[in-house]
């Protein structure tokens, strides 16, 4: 194996031309995918009038086919702090997050067979118009308002974090890679609505994956096959697939990680509005359900997927962990570093990768967009504004909308290297939100006494309650009360000190 030094600043990692041009091939078919869908809509004489309202720009009018749109849910859960997180969390940790993709198919049957048809039954544009209907619209409002604030902060995060870690390995520029993904993701997502985002998605997911089997099955090949991966992990304690533990201060243990996984993933296909959203774009009941078991089987995939990448990643940097060299600052850049110092010698592999992880991003903030402006423009319901719309002027104003909240989130990404300790704790509050909002659900279908009051009281609390253990559980660990020990590695086979690490044959 060839020789390289860390850290990153010592040596002379850099795309390629060809890297650029994998790189740029899906910016390219990105935007020209929403180019394709808007100048159809706007092209004279080919347009019907439903081409231009809010139905076909946030629902697609229900016409949609079942494996785009599966792909499409798929692409608005995962994002590039996913793809580039878990790897650092089994290399830190170990690879039992791989039950989190079982879990997920025992949420099918409560969510296929329960809230699916109640959703296509009810036609909500916006999933918390149920709180409206069943309790009163100052907590549909409240509602609206809670998962707006967590959005739009988390989509800043989803294309932030990548460039940022790309940036320290690679030195692109920061703002600059975030500028140009927003400036495609906005003009697609609005030009082009959900039909734009649903094949946007599907393209990006393609390329996803074929990103990290490329770069996994060429990491396996050089490091030696599965064999050498196993055997390395095995011999710092990282083969430990199932722990039997009902300490719930146990990182991951068989239990925790499957029921909290469980309730997680119940929570979020049957509340969010990304997932209840996809829904409606479908013809029938049975469609979405498939929809929904494509979708576990992608997910599943991408989890043992991850899982793998951490496994391998670990594998190659075992007798040398820049972690302990400081070398990368963060665990979350050692996915990128791998690939640059592993596979710059295969030109083009770098950009595919490059190109996966910031699909995954783009998928993220082209469906959350979307879903922002459906449930605002469901907030205008009962307005004399909505009244007098035409169903033209509608399909404008969710339009208009989308362009707002896309260009909202991109200015807060200017806000993020400011944000410090609140990173973390914004990308938990996603769960936190989930958890709340989908136990309001659960209350107004199955509590037929629950009132608006008790409703918006158990909204507050829950959010209240969960964002003070978040909190609190990232100062403790920051201050020391709380220490995860991450699982051991070695510098052994460093060349001279801690600023100048070879990675020379490695293990």
């Known amino acids: 194996m060839a020789d390289s030094r860390l850290p990153v600043a010592d040596q002379d990692l850099h795309f390629v031309w060809l890297d650029y041009t994998v790189f740029g091939g899906m910016l390219l078919v990105s935007t020209s995918i929403g180019l394709y869908h808007g100048c159809r809509i706007l092209r004279p004489g080919t347009a019907k009038e439903s081409d231009n309202s809010p139905g076909e720009f946030l629902i697609a009018n229900g016409k949609l086919g079942t494996l785009p749109v599966a792909l499409s849910m798929l692409a608005s859960f995962l994002s590039s702090i996913t793809l580039m997180g878990q790897p650092a969390e089994v290399y830190q940790y170990g690879a039992q997050m791989w039950i989190f993709g079982l879990a997920t198919f025992f949420l099918v049957p409560f969510v296929g067979y329960v809230m699916i048809p109640f959703y296509r039954k009810a036609k ?103 064999q050498v991966v196993w055997e390395r992990n095995q011999a710092f304690n990282r083969t430990n697939l199932f722990t039997w533990s009902w300490d719930p201060t ?101 950009g595919l990768f490059l190109a996966g992880i910031f699909s995954a991003g783009l998928s993220t903030v082209s469906t959350g967009v979307n879903s922002l402006a459906a449930i605002w423009f469901a907030e205008l319901d009962g307005t004399s504004f909505k009244e007098r719309l035409t169903e033209k002027k509608a399909g404008i104003t969710v339009k208009l909308l989308a362009l707002f909240f896309g260009v909202l989130s991109y200015l807060l990404v200017f806000l993020v290297p400011f944000m410090g300790g609140l990173v973390p704790v914004t990308i938990s509050l996603s769960s936190i939100f989930a958890g709340s909002l989908f136990g309001v659900f659960m209350l107004g279908m199955y509590v037929k006494r629950a009132n608006s009051i008790g409703a918006t009281c158990g909204l507050l609390s829950g959010v209240i309650i969960m964002s003070w253990i978040c909190v609190g559980s990232i100062v403790a660990s920051k201050s020391g009360q709380i220490v995860d020990s991450v699982l051991p590695s070695s510098t052994e086979q460093c060349v001279g000190n801690f600023t100048t690490v070879s990675v020379n044959s490695l293990c």
């Open 124 to 226: 909500y544009t916006s999933a918390y118009q149920y709180f409206g209907h069943r309790f009163n619209r100052w907590l549909q409002l409240l509602a609206s308002l809670l998962f707006s604030v967590q959005m739009v902060l988390y989509l800043a995060l989803v294309l932030y974090a990548p460039a940022l870690a790309m940036h320290q390995v690679t030195g692109f520029n920061t703002m600059l890679v975030v500028s140009i993904m927003y400036i495609v993701c906005i003009f697609y997502t609005t030009i082009g609505g959900m039909k734009a985002v649903v094949w946007t998605d599907t393209f990006q997911v393609v390329v996803l994956y074929a990103a990290m089997f490329t770069v996994l099955a060429k990491g396996t090949s050089d490091i030696g096959g599965f």
């Open 250 to 350: 146990v990182r991951y243990s068989v239990l925790s990680s499957f029921i909290g996984s469980s309730f997680l993933h119940v929570a979020i296909y049957g509340g969010n509005q990304l997932q209840v959203q996809r829904y409606l774009t479908v013809g029938s009941n049975e469609q979405a359900r498939n929809m929904l078991w494509i979708n576990m089987v992608g997910w599943t995939l991408v989890v043992i997927l991850t899982a793998y990448a951490g496994m391998l990643i670990f594998a190659y940097f075992c007798y040398c962990d820049p972690l302990l060299t400081g070398a990368v600052t963060t665990p979350d850049q050692l996915f990128p570093l791998y690939v640059m110092t592993t596979l710059q010698g295969y030109p083009g592999v770098p």
